[in-house]
């Protein structure tokens, strides 16, 4: 079992962008599916919300919130995860978190559910302001 590290949230004004990393060590999660979660203010874990997934050909998935205006990417010679967002919104305020497991075509047949997968890091939080 490898470690997953998320980086890279912080705060910003509504319009600006960040990108968050996620480094992972001890395993090889280039077979595994890969995906982004947020959970808000006020929401237990089991209703942590799936940005976006992506697989390892490369195919990727996103909540209608966020697209056009995320991107979810995998650096496999790096083994690290990013979410580049831009156009931020208030509404996008949240714990962000990586996730990984190794059943690809179940975790990653959408945006992701919090129980489908096994390996999570420890959050990185985004604030948006208005």
């Known amino acids: 079992q490898g470690d997953l590290v998320e980086s890279g949230g912080g705060s910003v004004q509504a319009g600006g962008s960040l990108r968050l990393s996620c480094a992972a060590s001890g395993n090889t999660y280039s077979a595994y599916c890969m995906a982004w979660f947020r959970q808000a203010p006020g929401k237990t874990r089991e209703e942590r919300e799936g940005?976006?997934?992506?697989?390892?050909?490369?195919?990727?998935r996103y909540v209608d919130s966020v697209k056009g205006r995320f991107t979810i990417s995998h650096d496999n010679a790096k083994n690290t995860l990013f979410l580049q967002m831009n156009s931020l919104k208030p509404e996008d305020t949240a714990m962000y978190y990586c996730?990984?497991?190794?059943?690809?075509?179940?975790?990653?047949?959408?945006?992701?559910?919090?129980?489908?997968?096994?390996?999570w890091g420890q959050g990185t939080q985004v604030t948006v302001s208005s």
């Open positions: 940005v976006a997934t992506i697989d390892s050909d490369g195919t990727t």
């Open positions: 996730a990984a497991d190794p059943t690809m075509k179940w975790a990653c047949r959408g945006t992701g559910q919090e129980r489908d997968f096994s390996y």
